[in-house]
């Protein structure tokens, strides 16, 4: 019963808000997409990651063969013999590799690897961040347009009131002041309609935001299935281990452990001997003389003796930077536990909290059709009327936003656990 009343609110919502605004309307799923389409900050992480990339490609071009071409021409001669001018000219071409550094760019490359997953993971935590913040955003504006329709209706039985005072007063079975009253009532009504007005513009500036896009002027969002009351999750130790399986930032510790572990043994062959070869060939020509051609092929070897401490140095900074990794790692693991607890509690508290709330709004009905009917029939008065008018539109505020905090409460599950939005999840 609960569900259908909640859908039936809802179509009534967005049935009566596509009036006001002829403009197409935005599921959940279109804003999620448009979210991680478009928002800055993605972009931001992915040119990071394509960074990292080139990166490591010039550590591979390191290893491969560099070839040289260079050539010169000129003339020799003096003013005074301008005959007697020369003329010359050279070509040579070279090349040069590395045959043997110790594994030292090979080891440079598997860090560059690490960093470049590590990067990934963190594009992955960055997407579920935006999700998670358009998802709330989109439900904030619908609970501030459900808002706007409580106070719709509160003005309206305001007006009915008056209406009935009215008719009473003038027929003379009511005093004046219950019209004042009811006056009164109604016009502190419409201020707060047009209060719940703006919240509405506001909220869809904040999903404009959300999303990152530059969509302009009021655009309107569409009933979706999935803003209906979430179920309850127990398993609270199966989902933690799902969240350390699954959480990119904990999986980009993980990759910057390994990175730190093969910084140590990078550090360790900094100064370590290299040998490369290298072959050129040259060709050359001057005026009056014959041309030569030469050629060259070399084999250098380089073993450093003594660095000064520079490589000892340099392992106690690797060393020291993956300690604080791992400490990371430790702090992130504990963050993620209480993060998937919290966010477990506050899911049942939030259902919880719809049901009871639920009972009340119903309570809350039933008391305005007492107070009216008592009223009508002379035996209330215009402030009990009016009193549960107000307790009405209270009870179903509670409402609402206690079905707004479920959602959050099950946003913020699936960002504890790693997770897309399910209404999103394997689609992009």
């Known amino acids: 019963m609960r569900k259908i009343l909640f859908i039936v609110a809802f179509i009534f919502l967005f049935t009566n808000f596509a009036e006001c605004q002829e403009i197409s309307a935005l599921s959940l799923e ?99 961040t935006v999700a998670a913040n358009a998802k709330k955003a989109y439900y904030d504006l619908v609970l501030k347009i459900l808002n706007r329709d409580v106070e719709r209706e509160k003005v309206s039985s305001l007006e009915e009131q008056l209406r009935n005072a009215q008719g009473f007063y003038d027929v003379g079975e009511k005093a004046l002041i ?34 990152g896009t530059d969509i302009e002027g009021v655009f309107n969002i569409s009933l979706s299935s999935e803003l209906l009351l979430p179920e309850i999750l127990d398993n609270t130790n199966e989902l933690i281990d799902i969240a350390l399986q699954d959480r990119p930032d904990y999986k980009k510790l993980l990759h910057d452990v390994k990175g730190g572990e093969l910084s140590i043994k990078s550090a360790a062959r900094s100064n370590s001997a290299t040998i490369t070869t290298s072959a050129g060939a040259t060709w050359s020509k001057s005026e009056g003389n014959n041309p030569t051609r030469e050629y060259t092929v070399n084999l250098n070897l380089n073993v450093p003796i003594v660095d000064g401490g520079t490589t000892k140095a340099a392992i106690e900074s690797a060393r020291a930077k993956l300690d604080s990794t791992l400490a990371d790692v430790d702090s992130a693991k504990q963050q993620i536990i209480q993060s998937v607890r919290t966010s477990v509690l506050n899911l049942k508290s939030a259902i919880n909290t719809v049901k009871s709330s639920e009972e009340a709004v119903k309570y809350s009905e039933e008391n305005l059709t007492l107070a ?11 402030l009990e009327v009016s009193n549960a008018v107000s307790s009405l539109a209270s009870a179903r505020y509670t409402y609402y936003q206690a079905l707004y905090n479920a959602q959050a409460a099950r946003v913020d599950l699936d960002s504890a656990l790693g997770h897309l939005p399910g209404e999103i999840e394997g689609k992009i």
């Open 178 to 211: 219950d019209v004042t009253k009811a006056k009164s009532d109604l016009a502190a009504a419409r201020v707060s309609l047009m209060r719940a007005e703006n919240d509405i513009l506001v909220s869809q500036e904040n999903l404009r935001v959300a999303m």
């Open 30 to 128: 279109e804003c999620l997409t448009l979210a991680l389409t478009n928002h800055p900050s993605l972009r931001k992480t992915k040119a990071a990651t394509q960074d990292l990339i080139a990166q490591l490609e010039s550590l591979r071009a390191n290893n491969r063969v560099k070839v040289n071409l260079s050539g010169s021409a000129g003339a020799r001669g003096n003013f005074q013999y301008w005959d007697n001018n020369t003329d010359s000219g050279n070509l040579s071409l070279s090349a040069t590799k590395i045959l043997y550094d110790t594994g030292q760019n090979k080891l440079l490359k598997e860090i560059r690897q690490e960093s470049i997953l590590a990067s990934t993971e963190t594009e992955k935590y960055q997407q579920i």
């Open 372 to 382: 009216r009917g008592r009223y009508e029939v002379g035996v209330g008065d215009s």
